[in-house]
């Protein structure tokens, strides 16, 4: 990996083609991280780091081979709004950030907009070495407590090269990413394995389905990332794609099934998460409902739960004797070296001291037809239960009291929800994830 990344930095093989459709070309992009490179200087034991408050995907690159070559290493905010870039500054103190707008940055944090940075010819001949931390993400919206994870250059550029080589990405491929940059899946599919591939890559990274069909098939795009929300308004649209990416949560059989009637190749489902990076595959088009891990990922259950031993592993992972990490998820192995997954450990709440399933109430309102979408979670209960059970659904003429009924006939009453609510859209983050936060503050709203 030393040597592939050392070979990444020396510049690129075809500097006239656009890395960014429309925007910078490779050789800009190394330019950039050439000036990049020389105004922050050599990183130093404790940096705080550099943080990308960016969506210039071309920027995000030069970052990332900026640091690769000695520079600070990176941090990448969850959201650009003051508190997301407040909270990353009270977790990593960092002092400077790259700005490609108007950011709410927080007070003694200095500004270095992208016009600001001149750019050389050449990197420097150094590099990190693969195992020094190259950027740390943080992450924030669904699992409702931010957390830093930290990134080393072999975590993300190994999986880099290996997306690049298992999907054979090439420099004809035209990658559009409903995903911002700064979310794990949007860097590695629309920033990282672009570059390490030679391919390019769209500007924009829209999120309406009219947004995303016009701009798909104006600019011949072969691949898309997006995520299960996006492909629920897409099922019906016939994109010309080669290859269709969906990940950061669980797609849903129908929308997958829907979307191959008019996109043959199918989605290629992702299974992973930030910290652990990308562990396995399904493309339900090919009949496919279990999980196969990428070559590169070992795996075993413990006492029913995944664990993976794997190159992308961030640092910070508790990890046994064998080198494995124990997630969250239940699985249940299949006879063909795959597994099945079973919800989430943290999906199974108590109740009056009775186990509830969290992801069995979600999959019986899901059985009304009416019922578009919906968010189970369970709720501290100050009264000495241990939780209690809420819902919010979304759906043209979905009746509560109906879904309550029918539950009322799956379920026994202590794993009734206490609290159903109905929205026009349950909430989301720019990542595409159920935002938490937001869901609980409607739920509990008047």
Known sequence: MNEALARLLVGPRHGA????????????VWRLAAGLRQRLGRRRPGEPGLCLAVEDKGAVAAALLASLAGGPPLVL????????????????????????????????????????????????????????????????????????????????????????????????????ATIPPYHIYGLLYAVIMVLVAGATVLADSPSFPGEIVDCARRNRATVLAAVP???????EKSLHLRLAFSSAGMLDPED???????????????????????????????GEDNFTPFSLVRWKSAEGRLAVASPYL?????????????????????????????????????????????????????????VSDCFVLALPEASGREHRICAMVEGEGVDCQALLRALGLALEPYALPRLLRKVDKIPMTASGKYDRAAIIALLEGP
Request: glycine content about 12%.
């Open 17 to 28: 083609r656009a890395f960014v459709a429309g925007g910078a070309s490779y050789a800009e």
């Open 77 to 176: 905010p969850y959201a650009f709004s003051a508190q997301g870039l407040a909270q990353l500054q009270q977790r990593c103190g960092y002092t400077v950030a790259l700005v490609d707008g108007e950011r709410p940055l927080p007070p003694g944090v200095a500004r270095l907009h992208l016009e600001e940075v001149a750019g050389k010819a050449l990197l420097p001949g150094e590099c990190i070495g693969a195992n020094e931390e190259l950027l740390r993400i943080f992450t924030g919206g669904s699992t409702g407590t931010p957390q830093v994870w930290s990134k080393t250059a072999a975590n993300l550029f190994t999986e880099g090269f290996f997306l690049a080589r298992h999907f054979a990405i090439a420099s004809d491929d035209v990658i559009l």
């Open 229 to 235: 929300a996006h492909y629920r308004v897409l099922r």
């Open 256 to 286: 997958a099934t829907e979307f191959a009637r008019h996109n043959p190749a199918g989605i290629v489902e992702v299974y992973g998460s930030t910290e652990t990076g990308g562990i396995a595959t399904r493309v339900r088009a090919r």
């Open 314 to 370: 961030s640092p910070e992972l508790p990890l046994d004797e064998e080198g494995f990490f124990t997630t969250g998820d239940r699985i249940a192995a299949d006879a063909l070296g795959g597994f099945a997954l079973k919800g989430r450990v943290d999906a199974i709440t108590k109740v009056g001291g009775k186990r509830v399933d969290l992801g069995e109430i979600r999959r019986l309102l899901k059985e009304d037809p009416k």
